[in-house]
């Protein structure tokens, strides 16, 4: 309880510190404006109140139906409290600009400026929720492997990472576009590298007979990410932890998905083999660790080819990449959804990982590829960071 107050008392200083600025503007601009003013400081303090219930509520006991609803809750209140501070960056600047040149008419432009800009925050948040968090968008990549064997030579893996199907609730429509997408690549197999709900494995149920059509010649391999442990919810026993665990692979088995659990499987291509493991999370605090390389191949020193499947990238910045001993060719990651804003190759995700989106690789020639998710959790949009599926060939090099 401690975290989430201290939380809220930061966020309830931002708050009032940006309707201050923005009632003292109102003033500004319009005169007194009594009741303009008024009115916007009693919204400003049931904002505020609100804020603080939502932030300060035990989200591990809260249902998902009631999860939802705070999710949206804390959206549009980010949506407008977000377009107030740009506004107010942009209203600062002229009333500098004025301060320094003592001419009023630039602080008058930088007021419009703000308004514009603000507005465009605006509409952009709620673009990235209402319509670009569904915009599916196919990359395709290809990555040179050192000693790949000819037969798989230009072998396709259709990746997708980070469904949290709990935030579609039951409706399956998103989820079922998102399987005819990857069916219509025809890849050689289709990875998925975790998170596939948010807290429970009963936000999985609804989505079982969608996401069993995907279809592969190699099948569908799977691995756990953070969210599907169940550490996120306020379980009655740890027996019943357990069975939310037990379900889980249940489900997935169910789907005719394979859930690597810290082990390898090998695929044959005649008499060549490609090896691709599957660990449990493994990642920076305060995510918890669960895999384990040397359990799901304790000879990683070998000659032979390994595609690696693993949550989070920084198993890959601070356990694999630069190091000879660990040889594994392709690593392929999800986890950070870009933190759901991007702009082109910026995005607030860089500020945490280092590689959180896209191609990377080492000095050693070992690739790692940090999917950016096809779901959401928490922030309901997708600014800029669209929906991905990954379409890697595999080439010699």
């Keep these: 309880m401690r975290i989430p107050l201290i939380i809220a008392i930061i966020a309830l200083a931002l708050n009032i510190g940006i309707d201050a600025y923005i009632a003292r503007s109102i003033r500004r601009v319009f005169g007194k404006a009594r009741r303009a003013v008024k009115a916007h400081i009693i919204i400003s303090v049931v904002a505020a109140a609100a804020l603080a219930f939502l932030i300060c509520l035990p989200k591990k006991e809260v249902s998902q139906a009631g999860l939802t609803v705070i999710m949206w809750a804390l959206f549009g209140y980010l949506s407008i409290y977000a377009a107030k501070l740009t506004f107010i960056v942009c209203d600062s600047a002229g009333l500098l600009v004025r301060a320094i040149l003592r001419r009023r008419n630039r602080a008058a432009v930088a007021a419009v400026v703000g308004c514009i800009a603000a507005l465009s925050v605006f509409i952009a948040l709620w673009w990235g929720a209402l319509v670009t968090r569904y915009d599916i968008e196919v990359k395709p990549v290809s990555v040179a492997v050192s000693g790949l064997p000819d037969t798989f030579d230009g072998y396709t893996i259709a990746q997708i990472s980070d469904l949290h199907v709990g935030s579609y609730g039951t409706d399956t429509t998103y989820v079922s576009r998102l399987v005819d997408s990857i069916n219509a690549l025809q890849p050689d197999i289709i990875v998925f590298t975790g998170d596939i709900v948010n807290r429970t494995t009963a936000e999985l149920h609804p989505f079982v007979a969608p996401l069993s059509r995907l ?15 169940g550490d996120y919810y306020e379980w009655d026993s740890p027996q019943a932890k357990t069975d939310n665990m037990r379900v889980m692979h249940q489900l997935q088995q169910q789907m005719r998905w394979h ?9 044959h291509r005649g008499s060549d083999s490609l090896a691709v493991i599957g660990v449990q999370n493994v990642g920076d605090p305060p995510f918890p660790i669960y895999g384990s390389l040397s359990k799901a191949y304790p000879a990683i020193s070998d000659a032979a080819v390994k595609v690696l ?29 870009a933190m759901q804003i991007a702009c082109g190759r910026f995005s607030p995700a860089a500020l945490r990982y280092k590689t959180w989106g896209g191609l990377y690789t080492d000095s050693l020639g070992r690739a790692l590829y940090v999917n950016i998710g096809i779901g959401e959790v928490a922030f309901p949009a997708r600014v800029g960071a669209t929906p991905e599926i990954t379409l890697i060939t595999l080439h010699k090099k």
């Design 215 to 229: 279809q592969a010649p190699d099948g569908v391999l799977s691995i756990l990410g953070n969210h599907d442990y």
């Design 259 to 267: 859930l690597l659990d810290n082990e390898t499987i090998m695929l």
């Design 309 to 337: 499947l693993s949550h989070n990238p920084v198993h890959w910045t601070d356990s694999i990449a630069n190091r000879p001993e660990v040889n594994v060719a392709l690593t392929l990651s999800g986890h950070t959804h």
